[in-house]
């Protein structure tokens, strides 16, 4: 992202969903140019690990050459919360949907600001899919 215009926003969000030996690499950079005054600009990166095998290097940066900005750049990587897990299964769901429905909520963040409803559809189709075929 590339600001150099003044009053600008951004906010990126970049989600992984990593099994078995995947490997992934996120590098993001936000650059705020010295006449980009009054930007807005955040960059998110977290990740989610569903094996010991599974491998994420993320590098989230920004580059700020105004001095009138609001800017922040973060990164998690981590697995799934087994107390969250637990507490779906103590209320009666199995363990293999406890987990999609957890990995759902977890990609659902970015799906829901997706604004072209047909393309959102698609890819709401395709993580079931893919959360089905895992189980």
């Known amino acids: 992202m590339d600001h150099i215009k003044a009053h600008a ?3 990126e969000l970049y989600k992984g969903i990593l099994a078995e030996q995947a490997r992934a ?3 993001g950079k936000i650059f705020v140019r010295q006449d980009a005054q009054k930007t807005n600009a955040f960059q998110q990166n977290n990740n ?3 094996s010991d095998d599974a491998t994420v290097n993320t590098k989230p940066q920004l580059e700020i050459w105004a001095d009138d900005v609001k800017c922040s750049h973060g ?3 981590g697995q799934l ?3 969250a897990l637990f507490y779906l299964q103590a209320r009666g769901i199995d ?3 406890a ?3 957890l990995l759902y909520a977890f990609a659902g ?5 997706i604004p072209v409803e047909p393309f959102k559809a698609h890819l709401i189709e395709l993580l079931e899919e893919r959360l089905l075929a895992k189980s």
Do not use: G, M, P, Q
């Open 9 to 11: 926003d951004s906010n």
């Open 25 to 27: 690499v996120f590098n």
């Open 48 to 50: 989610i690990l569903l």
């Open 75 to 77: 990164c998690t990587i």
């Open 81 to 83: 919360d087994e107390e």
């Open 95 to 97: 363990k293999t949907s």
């Open 99 to 101: 987990r999609a429905l």
């Open 109 to 113: 963040e970015v799906l829901e600001r």
